[in-house]
C-alpha cells in the first residue's frame, strides 16, 4: 500500500474507482461519439471508416469525400465569431448601487480581454458544435501576481466527465465532476510538489503511448500521432492525473444578515473581508451549507485532498443541444446525410469511369499494329489506333452498364437533408447570384433560427461564466489594485486609458472606496457585434436619422463609420470648425439680421393693430348704434371672436368718446383706406405749401 504526504492509497482507490464508474456510465460511449464527430467535421479522408476504405480500395474503386459539415458548422461557428460577450452589473441588494455596478461592469470586462475571452469562447463553442460539449474552467494562478489572477482556460471536453447521474444543466445540480490530465514530472511539482512529483512517478504504471487509446475508449487528441516505441526521457514522461470536485454538505461557518435575511459561506473568506462584514453588522453562525471537496491523484498516489478555495466548481459548460442530461452537437445528425453522400458520390464516379474504360472482346492475335499486351495498357487512351488483320474479325467494345436511374435524386435527396440538419445555403450566403441584398439579408436571418437553440444556451453558459467571474472577483480580488481601463473618448474617437483604483481605503470616510468584495449585483450578459459590424450599422442608422431630420452631430457620424485615422478627422473637424469662415459668418449675420426684420415687422403689426383697435372703440362710442352693424360685417367677413359674443359690444352706459387728435404718422393713418396723403402735414405740389 503506497502512502502520500496528503493521504493514503484508499484515497486514491476511490477516486480511481469513482472515476472508472463514470467513464463505464456513458463517457466511453461519448469519447467514441465525439471522435466520430471530430472526424467527420475535419474530413480528408477521415469521414470514412477505415475497413470500408480498405475494401473499396482492394475493389479498385476509391472512396470519395465531398465534405459538405465543415462549412455549413463554419457558417454557424462564423455567428458567433461576429458577435461578442458584454458583460454588465446590475445592483440588486446590500450595499450596492449604479456606481460601484459600473466598476465592476469595467474590471471584468478588462479581465476578460486580458484573458482573450472572445478566442476561448469560440474555442468553447466549436467544441460544443462539433463534439456535442464545450467547458471554460475558471481558476486562479499567481504566478505573476502574489493576490493572484482570475485564469480562464478550455480544457479538452473528453477530459471532462460530468456526473452521470445528473440531468441539469448547471454544475449547481451536479454532484460531482471529474476531469483527468496527462501530466509531466514537472507539471505535477509546480501544482503539487516535489516530493509528491517524485512520489507519483516512482509507482506510475508504464504506459506505451501516454495514453493513446486510454481507458475512455478514445484516442487522445494531440499533436503527434501514435508510436510504437516507448519514449522515456526523464522528466518528459507523463502520467495520468485525475481530479474530482464534488459537493460535501455538513456544518460550515456562516455569515448571516440580519437586516436582509441573507447567508453567505464564510469558510474562502479573507481575514480582511471577514472583519469587514462583521464590522458591518453580520453575524457568524454555524449552518449546514454546501462545500466544495477537492481530490487530485493517480491510479495509486493522492496528490491532493482538501477543501476547494472556490465557492462552486471550476467548470462551467456549455451544450449545443440539451435535454435532461442528453447532447448532441450539430454534426451529429448529418453523420448519416454525409456518409450517404460519400457512397453515392463514390458509387456514381465508379459507374462512370466503367463508362469511359468497360473493356473489349476481340480474337486471338487478330491484331496488327500492336501486341496484346500494348492493346490492354492502351485500349482506354484518347485517339486509340486500331490496326487488326485482313481476314479476322474486328474489336468490340464492351458496352457498359447503364447509370441506374435515380441515383443523381438519390444524391440531391442527401444533400438536402445534410443541409435540412446543420444550416441551409441561405446561412452560407450560397442562396444564388440573383438575389438581391435585402432578400438574403432576410433569408439569412430566417436561417439563424435553425442555430437559436445553441445560440441561447451560448447565452446560458455566459451568464454561468460571468457569475463566477463575479464570485472570483469578489473572493480574491480582495486588496488594493490598480486597473487600466481602456475606453473610447467620444468626443476624440481615441482609445484613452483611465486607471481605477479599487478597494482603496480611505481614512476620512473609514471605509474603502471601489469595494469589490461588498454588495450584490445581478448579471446581465447581452451580445455585442464586432466592430466592423457594430460600426457598419451605427452608420447607417446615423445617416438615416440625419436624413430624418435628427440633427445628429459631424463627429458622431464619423466616428461611427469605417473610416481609417478616424480620431485624426475628428480632430481636423475640430479644428476647422474653431476657424472663422467669411463666407459662413456672413451667412450666420444675414439669418441674423432676417430673425430681427421678422420680430421687428411683428412688433409693428401689432401697433397697428392696436391703434386700429382704439380708433374703432372710439367711433362705436360716439355712435353706439353702428355696433349691432359692425358685428353683423365681421361676421359676415367669417371673423372669430376669441370672447364672449357679441364680436362688437355696445359701449357701457354713460361713455363718452375721447376727442383724439388726427393721425400725423404716415405709415399709421386713421383710415388706411386713404392713406399717408390724409395726414394734417400733407404737402400739396400744385400750391407748393402744406395743406
Known sequence: ????????????????????????????????????????????????????????????????????????????LGHQIKNRMDIQFRPRGGRSDQVQADIRSKVINQIATSQHLHWLESEVFSDGMIQQRGYFDVRMKFDRNMQ??????????????????????????????ITTRWLTQDEIEQSYG?????EAFAARPQDSDFGEYDDTGARRPKFGQ??????????????????????????????????????????????????QQLAMGAKLIQSRQRRVKWVAATCNVT???????????????????????????????????????????????????????????????????????????????TGFDIVYKKGSKAPEKIQPNRVPEGVDRYIELVTNALKSVTVPDAMRGMDGMDTSGIARQTQQFAAQQQIAVPIDNLGRTRHMLAEVLHDRMQQFITEERVYRITELDFKTGKMVEKPITVNQWDENTGTFSNDLTEGEYDVDVQEQPVSVTLDSGQFEQAITMREKGIAIPDAVVVQSSNLNHKPEVIEEMAANAQTADPLQEAEKNLLVAQAQKTVADAVSKMVEAMFSATQAANQIATVPTVAPLADALLLSA????????????????????AL?????????PANPDVGAMNGIEAFDPAAGVPR
Not at 383724439?660 to 405709415?667: I, K
Open 194 to 198: 516535489q516530493e509528491i512529483a517524485n
Open 660 to 668: 383724439l387728435p388726427n393721425n400725423t404718422h404716415p405709415n399709421f
Open 638 to 657: 367669417g371673423f372669430q371672436d376669441a370672447n364672449a359674443p357679441p364680436i362688437v359690444p355696445n359701449p357701457p352706459p354713460g361713455a363718452q368718446p
Open 1 to 76: 500500500m503506497t502512502k502520500s504526504p496528503m493521504g493514503t492509497y484508499p484515497v486514491a482507490e476511490e477516486l480511481w474507482n469513482r472515476y472508472n464508474y463514470c467513464v463505464q456510465r456513458g463517457h466511453r460511449e461519448y469519447t467514441m461519439r465525439a471522435q466520430m464527430c471530430e472526424r467527420m467535421y475535419l474530413g480528408g479522408g477521415l469521414q470514412w471508416d477505415e475497413n470500408e476504405a480498405a475494401g473499396l480500395i482492394v475493389q479498385k474503386r476509391t472512396p470519395y469525400e465531398f465534405n459538405d459539415i465543415l462549412p455549413s458548422v463554419n457558417s454557424a
Open 226 to 275: 501514435f508510436f510504437d516505441s516507448y519514449y522515456s526521457d526523464g522528466r518528459l514522461t507523463r502520467a495520468r492525473i485525475v481530479e474530482q470536485q464534488r459537493w460535501v454538505t455538513q456544518n460550515f461557518k456562516t455569515l448571516y444578515y440580519p437586516a436582509t435575511g441573507d447567508m453567505r459561506m464564510a469558510e474562502n473568506l479573507s481575514a480582511v473581508v471577514l472583519d
Open 148 to 177: 493572484g489572477d482570475i485564469s480562464i482556460t478550455v480544457p479538452d471536453p473528453l477530459d471532462v466527465i460530468p456526473d452521470p447521474d445528473a440531468k441539469t444543466y448547471e454544475p449547481k445540480g451536479w454532484a460531482d465532476v
Open 303 to 381: 496528490l491532493h485532498n482538501d477543501w476547494s478555495p472556490f465557492n462552486q466548481f471550476t467548470i462551467v459548460p456549455f451544450f449545443a443541444f440539451f435535454r435532461r442530461g442528453q447532447t448532441i452537437g450539430l454534426v451529429d445528425n448529418a453523420i448519416g446525410p454525409q456518409t450517404a453522400r460519400n457512397k453515392a458520390f463514390s458509387s456514381m464516379q465508379h459507374i462512370l469511369g466503367s463508362v469511359a474504360n468497360s473493356g473489349w472482346t476481340r480474337e486471338a492475335d487478330s491484331l496488327h499494329n500492336m501486341t496484346d499486351e500494348q492493346f490492354k495498357q492502351q485500349s482506354a487512351m
